[in-house]
């Protein structure tokens, strides 16, 4: 197997804004206004509210009561190491609080300080934030005690009531980076295009694969080939972003695969830069387009297409390939 070096980290994030409806708005409404809502379930009271009675699926009236805001800890958990991802920065305890008057624990931070200060049965009251927008962590965490707290200046509750809230998935992940990966990037800072031929089957793999799939092959500098820079579109998709709430890509746009020429490599989901939307067909003939020094990309090779220096592919102006054969080039 090749050696792998280093490794990347890669995060992929789905920014987008989700409706609230009309519980859940209500409760995150109250929020900035320092007040904890429920929602009465028969003889209960849950909060946070639900739409549906948790146990039938029946769709609740929308009896909202005011709770809390002290409450007591029902169980709890010590975090001794927060991530970025927790809610404080400091070791805590995640717990169930049961505000007074509901029937249901709510899930949130208690900054004790210590674990010794945590105990089933612990009586706790909210610390608010002072800017809040309408979001559970307008809570930053629940204190021992019976008083509720503003950490820093109160900015006072929403102007108006919240009906949405931004939601930003995101995943962070380690690529193993095998060392042909940046023998590929390094040449194409050189606007260098290049490739590993195996010495066994003499295919010709580009994308930083360091492997040949047949041979078991590993590449190294020896296996080095340079390749044309100019090739044919033998295929290509159109993404027409979908306009969720919270998109940023807003017009459609061209992924392509380039046949190379005088060599069997096709290069996937490659961008093209001066090709519009309308004018992408199979056939068109192009050329690799380069960053000015300095302008990397900062991508390794992968199945996004452009990498290191390589930008993308723009027409030559040469005439269209008429070969219908070229549609079968995806690989
Ligand atoms: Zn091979």
New binding site residues.
């Given amino acids: 197997m090749p050696l792998v070096v280093r490794f990347v980290e890669n995060t992929i994030t789905f920014p987008y804004v989700r409706s609230l409806g009309p519980v859940t708005g209500a409760f995150m409404t109250a929020l900035t206004e320092k007040r904890i809502l429920g929602i009465r379930n028969g003889d209960g009271v849950i909060c946070p509210p639900m739409e549906w009675d948790p146990a039938t699926g029946a769709e609740l009236a929308h009896d909202m009561v005011e709770v809390g805001p002290a409450g007591t800890v029902e169980s709890w958990t010590w975090v001794p190491e927060p991530t970025t991802q927790h809610p404080l920065d400091r070791p805590f305890a995640f717990a169930f609080v049961r505000l007074d008057g509901a029937t249901t624990p709510m899930l949130h931070a208690v900054d004790a300080g210590s674990p010794d200060a945590m105990a089933d049965g612990l009586r706790v009251a909210p610390r608010w934030k002072g800017e809040r927008i309408g979001h559970l962590t307008d809570i930053a965490c629940f204190v021992p005690g019976e008083e509720p707290e503003v950490d820093g200046e109160d900015e006072g509750p929403a102007s108006e009531p919240v009906v949405l809230m931004d939601y930003l998935a995101s995943i962070t992940y380690r690529n193993p980076v095998p060392p042909s990966s940046d023998i590929v990037v390094d040449a194409s800072h050189e606007h260098r295009l290049v490739g590993f031929q ?6 010709i793999y580009i994308g930083g694969r360091g492997v ?1 799939p ?2 078991s ?1 590993e590449f190294g500098e020896e296996h080095l080939v340079d390749l044309p820079q100019k090739g044919t579109l033998s295929n290509h998709v159109v993404i027409t972003p979908v306009q969720y709430p919270g998109q940023t890509e807003t017009e459609p746009f061209a992924r392509v695969f380039v046949q190379l020429d005088d060599v069997e490599v096709v290069l996937g989901y490659q961008p093209v830069i001066d090709l519009p939307v309308e004018d992408v067909k199979i056939g068109v003939r192009v050329e690799a387009v380069w960053a000015p020094p300095g302008e990397d990309t900062g991508d390794a090779p992968s199945m996004a297409g452009a990498f290191g220096s390589l930008l993308g592919w723009r027409p030559t102006g040469e005439p269209d390939v008429d070969d219908p054969d070229l549609v079968n080039r995806i690989f």
């Fill in positions: 195996c010495p066994g089957c003499q295919k040949c047949i041979d092959v």
